[in-house]
C-alpha cells in the first residue's frame, strides 16, 4: 500500500497571500490529521477530519481551515499568509475511528512565508 | 488539559550501546495511549513504539523497549545496540483512548546523535 502522500512538497509564498495544501490518506484510511511542526512551538495539532467532517480542532486563529473529501483526500487552506506560518505542514490518517487505531505520517509540505 | 515534556534536548551515544530517553506526561484520565515517534532528516515522522496505558507489560519491538511507570506517569525508551540509522529527533506522544480522540499531544522531541 502506498504510504500517506502530501503535495507540493515545498512551498514559497509572502505575506499576505493564501495556500492550499494537499494530503492524500492510505487507501481505505477515513481519519485524516494535520500538524504544524515549527523551531518554536514544536508539533501542534491543527485539526482532524473524519468522514468529510471536523471533528476536532486545534488553538489555532481562523485563517487555518481544512475540509476533506468524500474520497478522504483533505486540504488544508491558510488565509493572509503571516512570518510565522512558515513552518512544516504534516498530515497523518488512520484508518477508521477507533481508539485502536495508529496514525501513519505523511512526508511534509514545507511552507516558506516571505 | 495533557501534556508532555521531554527534559533532554539532545542526547548522544556511542553506536553498539544503549541509551535512554525520557519522558513525562500529565493527565487527568486512566485510559490513553502513549507513544514514541522518530523523525530523522528526511522529516518523515514514524512511529516506533506504543503503548495501552491499561496493560501493564511494557511494549518492545526489537532493539526498542519501553519503561512505562503509571504512577509516576513516566514513559521511557531504551533503545539497545545503537544503530546510525537511529539518528534522528525522538518524539514522545499522548494520545486519550476514546472514540473519535486522534489528537497526539506531542513533547519537544531529543535529538539523538549516535557517534561511530
Known amino acids: 500500500k502506498a504510504g500517506v502522500t502530501q503535495t507540493p512538497r515545498y512551498l514559497i509564498k509572502t505575506r499576505g497571500q493564501q495556500v492550499t495544501l494537499s494530503c492524500s490518506p492510505i487507501?481505505?484510511?477515513?481519519?485524516v490529521s494535520w500538524y504544524q511542526q515549527t523551531p518554536g512551538q514544536g508539533l501542534q495539532f491543527l485539526f482532524e477530519?473524519?468522514?468529510?467532517?471536523?471533528?476536532n480542532k486545534g488553538n489555532f486563529p481562523g485563517r487555518f481551515s481544512g475540509r476533506q473529501f468524500s474520497n478522504s483526500r483533505s486540504e488544508m487552506n491558510v488565509s493572509t499568509l503571516e512570518l510565522g506560518d512558515s513552518a512544516l505542514y504534516l498530515c497523518?490518517?488512520?484508518?477508521?475511528?477507533?481508539?485502536?487505531?495508529?496514525?501513519?505520517f505523511g512526508p511534509g509540505t514545507r511552507l516558506t512565508v516571505l | 488539559a495533557q501534556t508532555v515534556t521531554q527534559s533532554q534536548p539532545e542526547m548522544s551515544v556511542q553506536e553498539a550501546e544503549t541509551v535512554t530517553l525520557s519522558c513525562t506526561y500529565d493527565?487527568?484520565?486512566?485510559?490513553?495511549?502513549l507513544f514514541w515517534y522518530k523523525q530523522p532528516p528526511s522529516r518523515q515522522m514514524i512511529l516506533v513504539i506504543r503503548?495501552?496505558?491499561?496493560?501493564?507489560q511494557n511494549a518492545t519491538e526489537n532493539r526498542f523497549s519501553v519503561n512505562f511507570q503509571k504512577a509516576a506517569k513516566s514513559f521511557s525508551l531504551k533503545i539497545s545496540d545503537s544503530q546510525l540509522g537511529d539518528a534522528a529527533m525522538y518524539f514522545c506522544?499522548?494520545?486519550?483512548?476514546?472514540?473519535?480522540?486522534?489528537?497526539?499531544?506531542f513533547g519537544q522531541g531529543t535529538r539523538l546523535t549516535i557517534n561511530p
Open positions: 487507501s481505505g484510511h477515513r481519519s
Open positions: 477530519y473524519f468522514s468529510e467532517t471536523q471533528r
Open positions: 493527565t487527568s484520565e486512566s485510559d490513553y495511549y
Open positions: 497523518a490518517s488512520s484508518p477508521w475511528d477507533s481508539p485502536t487505531d495508529t496514525q501513519y
Open positions: 506522544a499522548y494520545r486519550r483512548r476514546i472514540q473519535g480522540a486522534q489528537k497526539l499531544v
Open positions: 503503548q495501552e496505558a491499561y496493560k501493564q
